[in-house]
């Protein structure tokens, strides 16, 4: 089951410092590119602040910690042992992915784009003819849907629950697109409640929103006639060899080994939601995984020039400038802090020295995790932690251990 609000990657990252470390893993090598003329000599990852980045420290989540830093080519792979059974954690460990899997969804649509079976500047309406209610009367094209620039209301996914102990007995809930986009769009018919009405004109502003990317799925499935598994795993999983990750469709076992999550319960004791169901979009996955797929997503292996342009571009208005964020807890780094900061599927994150890094964070009940590179993919760190749904403190380590702190 989705947790549908996604939190800022790092809140006061800047303010966060490592502590010494023990010994550490060894490092793995990995092809990379020379550097070229004037640039630093490869560094590779510091092996002693990673492991420290993720050893448990008090104020922590009661939880485990897969993840997997790359420096120029060379890579650590790190974990922490879970904290409640007192097993140890493998490093590449499997874990729900959450909303990382918009990254998944919209280089499907992309490449789609690039085929000319969809265009990006169609419409909702001519996809999906009937879908949004009759106030919707303004066109909302698909590009809008991948930037979360719609004006769609937020998502309603799952159940209507009360309290923690509610969230974790319906946690095998199977959410259909269909479902969540009735849900969220036509709410309670049978009660007579009024239909939703946009939160905003298409175009004139950016609101993170799962709803889109449930729209994204039913146009793909809509214009291939197959389901998000068979176009997520043809055009993605297999190319790429990703052979341990999958798009469940709902089937709550996990694989072996995984990152257990943990959510409390009303009396906050850790309960196991390992196993849970999900909609036709949830994915499980690995840091070694998910890293393969950032490289060939940035690096043209997956899209083609104008598509990857696509992907990369932040919505602007008519006079260029970046459209406003609504949502306080979005866009808060950087000289462009409130400004739009989501692209088609991915996030900017401005650091301090000027650096932009792009990547997503992803939560699922009971796993909150990530995935991001510099712009020549030299650095790039994917983690998982089990625990939810804010960004943990051991995420934040890790990201300030590879990457640096945040733009104020």
């Not at 209610?133 to 309603?156: E, N, Y």
């Not at 809509?222 to 190319?239: K, M, S």
């Not at 072996?256 to 309960?271: F, K, Q, R, S, V």
Request: glycine share 10%; net charge negative.
């Amino acid at each position: 089951m989705a947790v549908t609000r996604t939190a800022a990657l790092a809140r006061g990252l800047a303010a966060l410092f490592l502590a010494a470390a023990p010994a550490a893993p060894a490092l793995a090598a990995e092809p990379s590119p020379s550097p070229a003329v004037g640039q630093a000599p490869p560094t590779g990852p510091d092996p002693a602040a990673l492991d420290a980045a993720i050893t448990a420290r008090p104020g922590d989540p009661v939880a485990g910690v897969v993840a997997r830093v790359t420096v120029d080519g060379r890579a650590w792979r790190g974990s922490a042992g879970d904290p409640v059974s007192g097993r140890p954690v493998a490093p590449n460990a499997a874990f729900r992915i959450g909303s990382i899997n918009k990254p998944f969804v919209a280089a499907v649509l992309l490449q789609l784009a690039a085929e000319q079976r969809i265009s990006l500047d169609g419409t909702v309406q001519q996809y999906l003819p009937g879908t949004l209610p009759a106030s919707f009367t303004l066109p909302i094209t698909v590009r809008q849907l991948l930037d979360h620039t719609s004006g769609l209301p937020q998502a309603v996914e799952g159940p209507e629950v009360e309290d923690h102990d509610g969230l974790i007995a319906h946690r095998f809930a199977n959410e259909t697109l269909d479902l969540v986009i009735q849900r969220t769009l036509r709410p309670h018919p049978e009660k007579g409640l009024p239909e939703a009405s946009p939160a905003f004109d298409p175009g004139t502003a950016q609101e993170y929103n799962s709803v889109n990317y449930r729209l994204a799925g039913r146009i793909i499935e809509q214009v291939t006639g197959h389901t998000i598994r068979d176009e997520v795993t043809a055009r993605i999983l297999n190319p790429l060899g990703l052979r341990h990750t999958e798009v469940t469709e709902g089937r709550p076992a996990m694989p072996e080994p995984h990152l257990t999550g943990y959510y409390p319960d009303n009396a906050g004791i850790p309960t196991d939601v390992s196993e849970q169901g999900g909609n036709p979009e949830s994915m499980v996955s690995t840091p070694a995984d998910l890293d393969r797929f950032l490289r060939a997503l940035l690096d043209g292996e997956l899209l083609p020039p104008q598509q990857l342009h696509d992907l990369l571009t932040l919505p602007r208005d008519a006079s260029g400038r970046l459209l406003p964020v609504r949502g306080a807890d979005e866009c808060r780094f950087g000289p462009d802090k409130g400004r739009a900061c989501h692209s088609a599927g991915l996030t900017a994150i401005a650091l301090q020295d000027g650096t932009v890094l792009w990547g997503k964070t992803g939560h699922d009940l009971g796993y909150s995790g990530g995935f991001f590179t510099t712009p020549d993919l030299r650095k790039r760190l994917v983690y998982s932690v089990g625990t939810g749904p804010d960004t943990p403190a051991p995420a934040l380590r890790l990201a300030a251990t590879t990457f640096g702190p945040f733009a104020p």
